[in-house]
């Protein structure tokens, strides 16, 4: 130390230059001041600012509750800083910066909040409340009364899984409520002891043959329901005789304009729902290959497909006409019905010689030969046409009735048009059928054809629960049902 | 030389546990099926998250421990081996933890400035494995001090040689005794200087003849030259490893702060 000499300048340089640079520490020191800043301390400070801080973002149109206000929404949620001036646009958290802790997009319905953290998470550091679903979503129904145990534990979230993407909720709503649903379903007497519903644990090895609603009344208003037979068809009642197998024959089939072959579609048309179809209508799907025309030679009027004494009237007012206006039939009435080619002349029974008379013979012939019985059952009745009509003094038949069509799996998510690929034929066996009382429900192996259960196969769809079933009961009756049914489960 | 280096230090003992982590992680990720894609918030996700978490916060104390001077927790070269492998396996524990997916929050963030310091780290390892070869071999086994000297003994003899030599020579001479190693301070990063008076000396001298003096200047210059570039270069090599640290140990920082944020922000909007 004693010797020291003065440092040349090239010394001093190199001393110069390889002096240690300052500034890790202030660096450090910058970049985490910034990321606890803006990731920790604004979002924080948007969620529950100072009074003075969220009215001077205020002045600046960064906090209003404007941006998602549309009177037709629920939930007008109410702003944390009080009533703003009209005139204040903008977001509705300061500045919306609690946004850096957005942990993912939202589902398209919820995307009207997504500037709102605090509409569904309205308590820091507490899972998000199923109060805060239902402020919205008041109407679900739950599946199980909260007494069954394994409901109470369950959350709204706990199935409903928020910020995965646009459609992340509808994907999950399909497919994800399967997880949980064998935990009660694959023992389910546990927990409902008066339950109707079988076991299942999964669909490929563990579901019961399907359920359908059969009507038990004619006008379709009281149902039971009746589980699938493994062979043959279900049969629900009506008067109605159609054989599927007669319309859908290859060959097809004879018709007043020659031969028809005749496709599913041509009666069958989807409805919006695209699950069912519009009814068949005998104006739209039937009568122009069964006309009920009547006196064939003398016009081309038919009967109204109707009630009975429609019929009757009209036949009555016909005949009545022609006697007042002979001129105006091509040909004597009283060798109209001659029309028909290899039948005898005149029916002995009747006389045709007055309009009565001549209605009474079309009547026959419409219901008991031609038209009504083809497709109905139809039986003479007592008495004749309703009193004060023109039909009054004509016979009269009862129709049976036909029982209306309805949905025999209404609680089913199923859609024909996700299923368009395949043939009708594929899963109903119409071509076979004979009888309208026959359900044309495929049963559950048919399905399975396709369709596994929640584990992947190969060339299979991977099916769980949520693709077909619902999870929220859709109607009053459904709740009550799972009420009975969980009444005096172990709680 | 292998077997005491930081990398195989205990016959790779550190690379072995990272590879078994990563693959625990990967073969839990791959089995998994949560009801949503993978995510952070499933359970998977938080087990992998706390992982990746506690992870960081031990790489951190890499910086404390390698202060403690006096500290008998492990050697050295096992904390820095163990630091490298489980830095690399910690970027992907948290890839799995994220689920491959990134955003442009703090979460995303959060993640980005793990993969910046991961690569910067790796960086550093690339460095770590250069510098002391290439340092040694520029200082040839002197000291820059030592250089330092040689360089005044070459310019004391081109003073002698001065007298005999013409005058733009003579001036050349002093001046390059004069210049200094850099023209400005960015010159300490590249190494080089295109201003060098050495350089310009030389210059001068290849056009002044052929005499015996000037001959000798000129070898002695070449000398000069060659001495400053070796140091020149020590110096590029000593300030590019600064550089490393003020980058790798801020962004360390950082990323530690942006977990914090990441973690509350996940409970605090649950």
Known sequence: MGEERKRSPLESELDRALTPQGGRRPLSWFAVIIALVAGLLLPMLAFAPPPQVAALFAQFGLVAEKVNRAPELKVQPTPWYGELPASATGLRTVAALDRVWDAGPLSTAHQPWALDCKACHSEPFARVKDADCLTCHSTLAQHAPDDVSSMRAQRCASCHREHHGRFGLDQQNRQQTASECSTCHADIKKTAPKTELRNVRDFADEHPQFTVRIATSARADAFKRVTLPEQGHLEEGTALKFPHDVHLDKKGIAGPRGNKVMECKDCHVPDSTRTSFKPVTMRDHCQSCHELRFEPALSGRQVPHGSVDDVLSTLAEFYGFLKVEPHTAPVPPEIGYRARPGKPDKPAEVKRTTPYNNAEAAARELFEKTSCVVCHDVQRKAGGGAPNTPGARLPSWTIGAVTPGHAWMPQARFNHDSHTMTECKTCHAAERSKKATEVLMPGIKVCRDCHVGATAVADKVRSDCGLCHGFHPKSPAHVASVKTAVAGAKP | ?270
């Open chain 2, 1 to 270: 030389m292998f077997q005491d280096h930081f990398l195989s230090y205990r016959r790779f003992i550190y690379l072995k546990t990272a590879f078994l982590l990563t693959l625990l992680a990967a073969a839990f990720y791959i089995v998994d099926e949560p009801p949503v894609p993978p995510n952070g918030g499933t359970l998977l996700g938080y087990v992998l998250g706390t992982i990746a978490g506690l992870l960081c916060l031990w790489l951190l104390a890499f910086g404390v421990r390698k202060r403690a001077y006096r500290s008998d927790t492990g050697v050295m070269r096992g904390w820095l081996s163990a630091h490298v492998y489980l830095g690399v396996a910690v970027l992907i524990v948290a890839t799995l933890h994220a689920g491959f997916q990134l955003s442009w929050t703090v979460h995303g963030v959060t993640y980005v400035l793990l993969v910046i310091v991961v690569v910067s780290g790796m960086t550093g390892v690339w460095m770590y494995f250069r510098y002391p070869r290439q340092l040694s071999e520029v200082l040839d086994g002197k000291t820059p001090d030592a250089l330092l000297r040689d360089i005044a003994d070459l310019d004391d003899r081109c003073a002698q040689l001065a007298p005999d030599c013409p005058v733009p020579v003579r001036a050349a001479l002093a001046a390059a005794a004069a210049g200094p190693l850099y023209a400005h301070r960015l010159q300490r990063y590249t190494g080089r200087n295109g201003r060098c008076a050495t350089a310009a000396c030389l210059r001068v001298l290849t056009a002044a003849g052929t005499a015996k003096a000037v001959q000798s200047a000129y070898e002695l210059q070449s000398l000069r030259l060659h001495l400053l570039g070796r140091l020149r270069a020590y110096v590029r090599l000593r300030k590019w490893a600064e550089v490393w640290l003020l980058f790798h140990v801020p962004m360390s920082l950082a990323l530690i702060a942006a977990l914090v944020a990441h973690v509350v922000a996940v409970f605090f909007y649950w």
